[in-house]
Each structure stands twice: as C-alpha cells, then as structure tokens.
C-alpha cells in the first residue's frame, strides 16, 4: 500500500491504495491531462457519503478502464 497526499479545497487529505491502482491512477491522470488533485477532487464530491475516499477512487479507476474496454 502507498499514500498519496493531496490538497484538497485548501486542506491536505491522503489516501491509501496499491500499487497497482496508483499506476493506474497516475495513467488515467496523464491521458485526461487534468490535475491529479481536480480529479480527486471530482471524485471525493461525487463519492457516497457512507464511502471513503480511497474506495471511491478504486471504483472510479475500476469504471474508467470499464468505459475505455468498452469504447475498443
């Protein structure tokens, strides 16, 4: 597991995922050219209220690579 901190509407926040998911992360990031903190940013606003942070960025992953399956 790694941490990535991250600022968000003027306070730091982290959240912990695999590897795996970060390079992931850091992939879906490049290809939208968007910062990586509006993107978590999106997400966390987005997010359920009973979620945390780090499980709504997997889920978010999760469906990105879902949409570009389906888009090939």
Known sequence: ???ISISLS?????????PEFIDAL???VA???????????????NRP????LSSA???WILNQMILRIAQN
Do not use: C, F, Y
Not at 10 to 18: A, N
Not at 49 to 52: E, P
């Open 31 to 45: 290809r939208d050219g968007r910062p990586l903190a509006q993107i978590i940013s999106e997400i966390d606003n």
């Open 49 to 52: 209220a009973n979620t945390n």
């Open 57 to 59: 960025v997997r889920v």
């Open 1 to 3: 597991m790694k941490k």
């Open 26 to 28: 850091h992939a879906l």
């Open 10 to 18: 003027g306070h730091q926040t982290s959240i912990t995922l695999e």
